[in-house]
């Protein structure tokens, strides 16, 4: 069985939330979101609310979150709010904004969690 959850519109960048991403594939759902919980980068604390989220989820719907493994994690560019910052005389500097959108797939199945 496979669960998908994602989170659109995430107000950081995806070259920031990449890194981290990579990690997980393989993990197990606890040990996904212990990892996030004592990761110091900005984007672990976005995985790991959305693992958290799924977690939730799982034990709502009366399935053991325990049995599951992180399978895939797909970090996708979001639109970019594009701004303008005051320079000297007169003059704008552009500043993107960007968003991204985490998607995580869990699997019971421990042999296609890993890669």
Known sequence: MKINASARFVR???????????LLTGK????????AGFSSQKGAFFVGKLLK???ANLTSN???SNDFYVEKVAVEQGPTA?????????????V???T???RIVLTDNKETGKE
């Open 100 to 102: 991204c959108h985490i």
């Open 96 to 98: 993107a904004k960007r």
């Open 12 to 22: 950081i960048s995806p070259s920031k939330v990449r890194p981290f991403a990579r």
């Open 53 to 55: 989220s799924m977690a």
């Open 62 to 64: 009366e399935l053991k």
């Open 82 to 94: 594009k701004r303008f910052w005051p320079r000297s005389r007169g003059m704008a500097r552009p």
């Open 28 to 35: 197990s759902l606890k040990e996904a979101v212990s990892a």
